[in-house]
Nanobody
Framework: QVQLVESGGGLVQAGGSLRLSCAAS?????MGWFRQAPGKEREFVSA????????YYADSVKGRFTISRDNAKNSVYLQMNSLKFEDTAVYYC??????????????????WGQGTQVTVSS
């Protein structure tokens, strides 16, 4: 069983930056970030494979967010720049311990963090 712990959320003004971190208790293969805004369904944000050679982004965050990982620390990061009010959400870290075929699909990930709140003020 892998446990995920997110950190780095907070309150930031529009145009600002935040860096989310997610530490896993064990080795993982694919890792990703999802988010859920109030009154909306959870949605895909970004994902990365084990080597970091493949990265995936939702259209809404391309060019602003960057995903990375440090396998020595079993951690994944999400650097969020040029934040917008509509980025306000609870951000969840997700992990899979096997290869995934659809990195944007929630069902691919067997492990989830508790979420960290990101609030962007306009």
């Amino acid at each position: 069983q892998v446990q995920l712990v997110e950190s780095g959320g907070g309150l930031v003004q529009a145009g600002g930056s935040l860096r989310l971190s997610c530490a896993a208790s064990g080795r993982t293969v694919a890792m990703g970030w999802f988010r859920q805004a109030p009154g909306k369904e959870r949605e895909f944000v970004s994902a990365i494979n084990y080597t970091g050679s493949r990265k995936y982004y939702a259209d809404s965050v391309k060019g602003r967010f960057t995903i990375s990982r440090d396998n020595a620390k079993n951690s994944v990061y999400l650097q969020m720049n040029s934040l917008k009010f509509e980025d306000t959400a609870v951000y969840y870290c997700a992990a899979a311990n096997s290869l995934v075929t659809d990195p944007e699909a929630e069902y691919e990930y067997g492990y989830w963090g508790q979420g960290t709140q990101v609030t962007v003020s306009s």
